[in-house]
Antibody
Framework: QVQLVQSGAEVKKPGASVKVSCKASGYTFTGYYIHWVRQAPGQGLEWMGWINFNSGGTNYAQRFQGRVTVTRDTSISTAYMELNRLTSDDTAVYYC????????WGQGTLVTVSS | QAVVTQEPSLTVSPGGIVTLTCGFSTGVVTSGHYPYWFQQKPGQAPRTLIYDTSNKHSWTPARFSGSLLGGKAALTLSGAQPEDEAEYYCFFSYSGARWVFGGGTKLTVL
């Protein structure tokens, strides 16, 4: 069955970077895009960007441009989202999700930014 | 930056009908925006109800339907159940490759 399994919770200091992983299984990885979405506590969903698992091409939301990088390692069917220059406003649950119907989501990774 | 507007909150009676709408700052919402609707309950990950305007997943209750209505995307719930109380988010593609969520509608079944 299709699964997206994300890495565990992280605690970071302001100014640091975080890298969250999303391991895919149960389907042909190169046929889909992986999106990243985040949700701050008590707030709505926010789209961050996607990666084409086949080509490695990416696209990011304007507000994260220059601060976020999404990559993938096809050999281990894993996508990564790295966010730099963290502030307390980046405290959120980060999700990966597979496109084409968005049927499948990762379980979410809580990133806490605190001094 | 595209802005998507949803009703902040709506209330529906059990068994009643309610329509949630989603407007887009750039103008009319079309099928080319591939509208999605997600349901999220407290403490849970979002779940896709509708994709590409009106398509349902196997788990989408038949009482939910998606459409385009008056230049907006719409999610209609016919025969509301207590378990439908949740936050609902619409989601659009724009500029060919970017996506944006609406702010969410808190639906109360009361």
């Amino acid at each position: 069955q299709v699964q997206l399994v994300q890495s565990g919770a992280e605690v970071k200091k302001p100014g640091a970077s975080v890298k969250v992983s999303c391991k895919a299984s149960g389907y042909t990885f190169t046929g889909y895009y992986i999106h990243w979405v985040r949700q701050a506590p008590g707030q709505g969903l926010e789209w961050m960007g996607w990666i084409n698992f086949n080509s490695g091409g990416t696209n990011y939301a304007q507000r994260f441009q220059g601060r976020v990088t999404v990559t993938r390692d096809t050999s281990i069917s894993t996508a990564y989202m790295e966010l730099n220059r963290l502030t307390s406003d980046d405290t959120a649950v980060y999700y990966c999700a597979r496109d084409s119907g968005w049927e499948y989501w990762g379980q979410g990774t809580l990133v806490t930014v605190s001094s | 930056q595209a802005v998507v507007t949803q009703e902040p909150s709506l209330t529906v009676s059990p068994g009643g009908i309610v329509t949630l709408t989603c407007g887009f700052s750039t103008g009319v919402v079309t099928s080319g925006h591939y509208p999605y609707w997600f349901q999220q309950k407290p403490g849970q990950a979002p779940r896709t109800l509708i994709y590409d305007t009106s398509n349902k997943h196997s788990w989408t209750p038949a009482r939910f339907s998606g459409s385009l209505l008056g230049g907006k995307a719409a999610l209609t719930l016919s025969g509301a159940q207590p378990e439908d109380e949740a936050e609902y988010y619409c989601f659009f593609s724009y500029s060919g490759a970017r996506w944006v969520f609406g702010g969410g509608t808190k639906l109360t079944v009361l």
